[in-house]
């Protein structure tokens, strides 16, 4: 049996009709840049978010880019990341001048540690960007306490978790702006690049459409040194399009991570753990395994596809060897990025195919 690690064709065909549509409605016509189609997605996704605005933006990382720097987040200041999180986060920081500071996750969740933040508090903190994981929504309580604390920033880096919940509330919808990617493999994903910011705070909002908007409050007149990243009328039809599915696919999802977590009985074997605050919603299903290559090999054998969430650690990236670091500096950022393999997980799986994977998994001596 061949398995891919991600296929998008069983949604695309459910919603081949409607994509069509949008795509026609948008090229009948002829408006492809903050048109009526992107109003009418950013109103939808804020609703779904449970906040107050949502504004477009080109990709995921120009969406905490962009909040960051509306928020004043810039040279000299330090922005509090976790150590185990895709390059994005890191770049978002990077991008408007500020230092990320690197903190180690929980091992368990992947996340990052709240117990570890305050100590890597200086006086040039600025702002803690917390990032929902494969799905898995942080813990928030203890995040924001800490913010109010010491008067911090909080951006989300929701790019992975499209619907999560925390405590039964939309992750999201917690800290002062909020990322979100819509790259094609997200569990709300467009047909290319895409992105948006979400808050709660209209003024905040004003700002981060004026940045991607060459700084432009209005046509020709410049307020600020902008940047150009906007959600296109094409995309945002099309995310309009897949939005109200979107508890759907989250649903199925969840269903598929209830039979592996059920089913995978391997020692070799550690599996993701849920704690009692979260709801995910399984963008990645991350197992750990001390001989990972191995598994790897051996499901790839099996004709299961599967990939590594992140093989290399930020901190040990040549792109922040300027930051001096090494091998050791964050044990449980490497200790994830050497064991963690990534298993298919996507909507219109079959049981013959989960249960398939979960065959092979546990035949892995």
């Given at each position: 049996m061949k398995i891919p690690f991600v296929t998008f064709k069983p949604l695309e065909k459910e919603l081949d009709k409607e994509i069509r549509e949008a795509f026609d409605r948008v090229y009948t016509r002829s408006?492809?840049?903050?048109?009526?189609?992107?109003?009418?997605?950013?109103?939808?996704?804020?609703?779904y978010c449970n906040t107050e605005y949502c504004v477009g933006t080109g990709n995921g990382l120009d969406a905490l880019f962009l909040s960051l720097k509306a928020l004043g987040v810039g040279k000299g200041d330090e922005v509090i990341v976790p150590s185990n999180t895709y390059i994005a986060t890191a770049l978002a920081v990077s991008y408007v001048g500020a230092t990320p500071i690197f903190v180690e996750p929980d091992i368990k969740t992947f996340n990052i540690d709240p117990?570890?933040?305050?100590?890597?508090?200086?006086?040039?903190?600025?702002?803690?960007?917390?990032?929902h994981l494969y799905g898995q929504p942080c813990d928030m309580d203890p995040i924001m306490s800490i913010a109010h604390k010491y008067n911090l920033l909080v951006v989300e880096d929701c790019a992975q978790a499209h619907g999560a919940l925390y405590k039964g509330k939309r992750i999201g919808s917690f800290g002062d702006a909020s990322g979100f990617s819509f790259y094609p493999g997200k569990n709300l994903g467009a047909l290319g690049d895409a992105g948006a910011s979400v808050t709660n705070n209209e003024k905040l909002a004003e700002k981060i459409r004026a940045l991607g908007n060459y700084g432009s409050d209005y046509k020709y007149h410049h307020i600020m040194q902008g940047n150009n990243s906007r959600l296109d009328e094409i995309q945002a039809a099309f995310l309009a399009v897949k939005l109200p599915y979107l508890d759907k696919v989250n649903e199925e999802r969840r269903r598929i991570a209830t039979e592996y977590l059920e089913k995978i009985e391997n020692p070799e074997i550690v599996l993701p753990y849920v704690p009692d605050y979260a709801t995910p919603?399984?963008?990645?299903?991350?197992?750990?395994?001390?001989?990972?290559?191995?598994?790897?090999?051996f499901l790839n054998g099996a004709g299961i596809g599967t990939n590594k969430h992140y093989p290399i650690p930020m901190h040990l990236q040549k792109c922040y060897q300027n930051m001096r670091f090494k091998k050791g500096d964050f044990p449980?950022?490497?200790?994830?990025?050497a064991t963690e393999l990534s298993i298919p997980m996507y909507y219109g799986m079959t049981d013959e195919e989960i249960q398939y994977i979960i065959d092979k998994i546990n035949e892995f001596k």
């Open positions: 408006w492809y840049i903050d048109g009526e189609e992107d109003a009418k997605f950013e109103r939808a996704f804020s609703e117990n570890k933040i305050e100590s890597a508090i200086t006086e040039k903190t600025k702002a803690i960007m917390p990032v919603v399984w963008h990645i299903f991350g197992i750990r395994c001390k001989r990972r290559d191995e598994l790897e090999s449980i950022a490497e200790e994830i990025s």
